[in-house]
């Protein structure tokens, strides 16, 4: 199933919008920007719970697979659920990205236990900037609608990783990226979890996302190597890098002209069968440089 949905690409002239608004090719002008947020798309949004069973070949309602988003005229933003490696079912534990409003960083009345930073609440953002559990508000600068993103590739994994690209051949250099830890990731490093994940700062342990780049031949761009980003660090007692709590920028400019972008994770609580530490982020305000 594919959205033919779309939203306005570029707007008039709006500090609100997050673009620049000269449309100069002279050496030392300011280039032009266009901000995907995620908001007002008419995307189907991960449901009706933050496990987000829409998002599984087992759901009878409405459900998600893939979406379209405008950039400009005639130039589409794509992502979705992978497919299995191994069939053509559509499932998110297969890896892919989608869109959500959840934000619970601890238990509802009617649950308890470890729920709250467990895969039944894979879809929230850990966003303390944000009231808990009231599910507005708690994208990047106050805005409602993220993306969530999941999977890696690896001899073990299951799954395969989470992507976005462009229609046709478009490419765009991609600026920047908010990222911040789901409920589901920002738990399982601080206590760790009931399937074998351990506390990574008490396990002087690490955890980073990647970001591979790709051209619309499927070359490998930034002579094929990845711009990454520690989300914990806990290694060096004097220089840790603590797990981020809100929303944190990611420049990816250094991957160059991109068609597709590919997330990758690696992590130092891992086994036999994997990764250990759930391969998952958030994502929001894509910030692409437009070719003007």
Same mark, same amino acid.
């Given at each position: 199933?594919?959205?033919s ?5 570029i707007a ?6 997050l ?5 100069s090719?002279?050496?030392?002008s300011?280039?032009?920007?266009h ?5 007002? *798309?008419?995307?189907?949004?991960? /449901? @009706?719970?933050s ?5 599984y ?5 409405t459900r998600?697979?893939t979406?379209?988003?405008?950039v400009?005229?005639? %130039? ?10 191994y069939d ?7 890896g892919g990205?989608?869109?959500? +409003?959840w934000?619970?960083?601890?238990? @509802?009345?009617d +649950?308890s236990?470890?729920?709250w ?19 507005? /508000? ?7 609608t993220?993306? %969530?993103i999941n999977?890696?590739q690896d ?8 992507q976005f690209?462009?229609?046709?051949t478009?490419?765009y %250099?991609?600026?920047? %990226?908010?990222i911040c830890? @789901?409920s589901y990731?920002?738990?399982?490093i601080e206590l /760790?979890?009931? =399937? ?7 396990n ?10 790709f051209?619309? +031949?499927g070359?490998?761009?930034n ?9 914990c ?8 890098v603590? *797990?981020p709590?809100?929303? +944190?920028e990611?420049?990816?400019s250094?991957?160059?002209?991109v ?5 990758? =994770? ?21 910030k ?5």
């Open positions: 199933m594919k959205f949905l779309r939203i306005l690409s008039m002239c709006s500090a609100a919008l673009t620049s608004c000269s449309d090719d002279d050496e030392g300011t280039p032009l920007y901000i995907i947020d995620f908001e007002n *798309t008419g995307i189907t949004l991960a /449901g @009706p719970t496990y987000g069973a829409n998002l070949e087992s759901y009878t309602g998600f697979t979406g379209q988003i405008a400009e005229e005639g %130039v589409d933003f794509i992502f979705g659920i992978n497919e299995s490696l053509d079912e559509i499932n998110f534990w297969n990205m989608v869109l959500s +409003q934000n619970y960083r601890s238990n @509802p009345a +649950q236990g470890d729920w930073m467990s895969y039944n609440n894979q879809c929230s953002v850990y966003n303390t900037a944000s009231t808990d559990g009231t599910n507005t /508000g708690a994208g990047a600068g106050g805005s409602n993220f993306a %969530v999977g890696y001899n073990n994994s299951m799954s395969s990783m989470a690209s462009f229609s046709g478009a490419s %250099v991609v600026e920047s %990226v908010m830890p @789901p990731l920002y738990g399982t /760790g979890n009931a =399937f074998g994940s351990t506390p990574l700062k008490e002087a342990g690490w955890f980073k996302i990647m970001a591979y780049g051209d619309a +031949q070359n490998a761009t002579g094929g190597n990845a711009v990454e980003k520690y989300i660090d806990y290694r060096n007692a004097s220089a840790q603590a *797990t709590s809100t929303w +944190q990611w420049n990816l250094e991957l160059g002209a068609h597709t972008v590919k997330f990758q =994770f690696q992590g130092s609580d891992a086994g036999a069968y994997g990764l250990n530490t759930p391969a998952y982020m958030c994502l929001d305000n894509i692409l440089r437009l070719n003007r």
